[in-house]
């Protein structure tokens, strides 16, 4: 039998216990960390699917080959089942653990969008480095001319790197980390907000453009939250590694609206 005396001290430590799972969990709706060998998701129910010979899990890796100058069909990736965005949510945060070398311009970490022609549309990319060698995330409600888009430097340099996307719907703000880092100020947004984005092409290691290269690269994890995180969460994730959930800011709740004065 408990004593009473000890009874609320275990009970405390229980609660909190509970509140710290919650919180470290707070607004994660999709985690892919490959440490079964499979693409499962583990948190959702959208799980992923090699494609092509090139693509494999590997000591808790999802490790892609590819060579330069494959394109289209011939791309090895990992292909979700469905779309990995929040259904009638206007902020979103991916974040992605990678080492990437010696990859072709445009390849993609990251690709949530469509395609008509061979040309992407109403996308959300991250390429670890472009034509012009810098690394860019971009999103479009429309056409690749009318991205929103921020670049910084390279990242195919064999290191291992954290990246964090965020599209804080409600100050309409792209913000990206690097390494726990803001490398640069946030972008407007603009027109180009989350529920334009149409995602029916959904990889980790392929484009919807279809003349870019595929990814070469080794991906530990990717999380997705249906919030804008923070700098300092960020920065806490970074610290953590991949495999690791340390809490991240709850967002406040919208305030409730006052009622209307009696007539």
């Known amino acids: ?9 275990v009970f405390a430590g229980l609660l909190a216990l509970g509140l710290g799972v919650a919180t470290a969990q707070a607004g994660l709706t999709h985690r892919y960390s490959f440490k079964d060998g499979t693409a499962k998701d583990s948190v959702g129910k959208i799980d992923g ?3 092509g010979s090139g693509a494999s899990i590997a000591d808790g890796k999802l490790v892609l080959k590819n060579e330069e100058s494959a394109t289209g069909d011939k791309i090895s990736c990992l292909e979700f089942a469905g779309s990995l965005l929040p259904q009638g949510g206007n902020s979103l945060s991916l974040v ?25 549309k109403q996308f959300i990319y991250f390429s670890p480095r472009t034509g012009d060698g810098s690394a860019r995330v971009a999103i479009t ?4 001319g009318s991205k929103t888009h921020l670049d910084s430097d390279a990242l195919d340099d064999g290191k291992p790197h954290m990246v964090g996307i965020v599209i804080d719907g409600a100050a309409k703000k792209l913000r990206v980390f690097v390494d726990g880092k803001e490398p640069n100020p946030a ?9 334009k984005v ?11 453009f279809s003349a870019d290269p595929g990814l070469s690269a080794a991906i530990d994890e990717l999380r997705v939250y249906d919030q ?4 300092a969460d960020a920065v806490a994730l970074f610290k953590a590694g991949a495999d690791a959930l340390p809490a991240v800011a709850i967002p406040a709740p919208a305030p409730t609206p006052a009622p209307a004065p009696a007539k």
């Open 141 to 144: 409600g429309s056409d690749v």
């Open 198 to 208: 149409k995602p029916v092409e959904n990889w980790l290691g392929k484009s919807s």
């Open 228 to 231: 804008a995180l923070t700098a």
């Open 187 to 195: 972008a407007d947004l603009g027109d180009n907000t989350l529920d």
């Open 96 to 120: 992605v653990w990678f080492t990437a070398k010696d990859i072709g311009g445009f390849a993609r970490v990251i690709n949530f969008g469509a395609s008509a022609g061979g040309e992407g």
């Open 49 to 51: 699917k090699l494609k």
């Open 1 to 9: 039998m408990i004593s009473p005396i000890r009874f609320p001290k």
